[in-house]
């Protein structure tokens, strides 16, 4: 088996989260799915669990972080353009995300981020490929 990355992410709502990351564009494998947690495709290669809150806390043995209240870590992808960068963060606003700060162009990279609507921080990013 090739080593693939799959983070876990506690939400609100399943149906909702699903919803909202479908509208960017994410795909869900039912396989790996059910009542408690969704399995989403980002790219290939990396992948997220979303899971419900409680069965999330039953994984745990800590308090769980309000992701709208304080964030441990940002999430970053790369994307092929700057207009990747736009569509995406456009997608995320439309279905009901919101961006913390403006886009910032440095030239050789172009990046921008949302917070979906658990709370969650994202970074999209795109780097000239002579960088």
Request: hydrophobic letters at 45%; a negative charge; proline letters at 5%.
């Amino acid at each position: 088996m090739k080593k693939e990355i799959i983070f876990n992410l506690a939400v609100k709502d399943l149906d909702k989260s699903k919803a909202f990351f479908a509208a960017l564009g994410f795909s869900f494998n039912p396989q790996f799915s059910g009542e408690h947690s969704v399995f989403m495709n980002i790219v290939d290669g990396i992948h997220a669990m979303l899971l419900t809150e409680t069965f999330f806390k039953s994984l745990i043995d800590k308090p769980l972080a309000q992701a709208k209240e304080a964030n441990e870590v940002i999430i970053c992808l790369s994307c092929e353009s700057r207009e990747e960068v736009d569509s995406l963060i456009a997608k995320a606003v439309t279905a009901g995300g919101r961006t913390p700060h403006p886009p910032e162009d440095h030239g050789f990279m172009y990046d921008q981020g949302f917070e979906d609507i658990d709370g969650h921080l994202w970074n999209l990013v795109w780097v000239a490929p002579q960088a």
